[in-house]
């Protein structure tokens, strides 16, 4: 079975600043990989997803993850983090062949400076 | 119009009531989920339906109890509910899986059910 491990619960950045949010995920081969983001009251909207073919994969909002097999993990990175970011961040994984059935991490929880 | 439209967006009950959430999808998706979302906790699968059948329950308590009447439409009727039960339910929709595997999941905003 598949899981995500999201290693911080809150990050905290100043406006302006890069942004690097955590994801390593156990799966026995190439898993699809998913972030999503939800801001208060609201659900959970696609930022990227990974299916196979070039590692770095680029998404909405100015968002890129970049999948590394060797250390299981799908990092999700903006260059320049603006005040609408504060959000929850989930990295989610599915099996290829597995149906639609994902298994999200327990989220990561972005407070941005002003 | 949003994609999907989750109804009502809070809701309060108490152990004895019966009470519906109900979603609603305009995307032509083929494929519905229900998710609960508790806080600190993954989010949890609780069913799916494909073409308007179930494919997966995920050891859910028989108090929670879905129905799917067509590809748009998705309840959760819920009876005689725990204070744990507490939670974000989220409703989500996409097309079915290929052979490729997992396809994009579509959430509504969720509804808010707090058990007294």
């Known amino acids: 079975a598949q899981s995500v491990t999201q290693p911080d619960i809150h990050i905290t950045v100043s406006e302006g600043a890069s942004l690097e949010l955590r994801c390593n995920y156990s799966?026995?081969?190439?898993?699809?990989l998913f972030w999503y983001v939800q801001s208060p009251g609201q659900g959970l909207q696609l930022l990227l997803k990974?299916?196979?073919?070039?590692?770095l994969v680029q998404g909405i909002k100015g968002f890129e993850a970049e999948f590394k097999r060797s250390q299981s993990s799908f990092n999700l990175r903006k260059p320049s983090v603006h005040w609408s970011d504060a959000a929850e961040y989930f990295c989610?994984?599915?099996?290829?062949?597995?149906?639609?059935?994902?298994?999200f991490g327990t989220g990561t929880q972005l407070k941005v400076e002003l | 119009e949003t994609g999907v439209t989750q109804t009502p967006r809070h809701l309060v009950m108490g152990m004895t009531n019966k009470k519906s959430l109900k979603c609603e999808q305009h995307?032509?998706?083929?494929?519905m989920y229900w998710y609960k979302q508790s806080a600190k906790k993954p989010l949890e699968l609780m069913f799916v339906?494909?073409?308007?059948?179930?494919?997966e329950n995920n050891s859910v308590p028989s108090r929670f109890s879905p129905e799917c009447p067509n590809s748009s439409h998705l309840f959760l009727h819920l009876h005689t509910l725990q204070p744990e039960d507490s939670a974000l339910y989220l409703c989500?929709?996409?097309?079915?899986?290929?052979?490729?595997?997992?396809?994009?999941?579509?959430f509504g905003e969720g509804s808010r059910l707090t058990v007294l």
């Open positions: 989500a929709s996409s097309q079915l899986p290929t052979s490729r595997g997992t396809g994009e999941l579509f």
């Open positions: 339906y494909s073409l308007e059948e179930r494919v």
């Open positions: 995307l032509g998706h083929n494929a």
């Open positions: 989610a994984v599915g099996a290829p062949g597995g149906g639609n059935k994902l298994t």
């Open positions: 799966y026995g081969a190439t898993p699809y």
């Open positions: 990974y299916f196979s073919g070039d590692t």
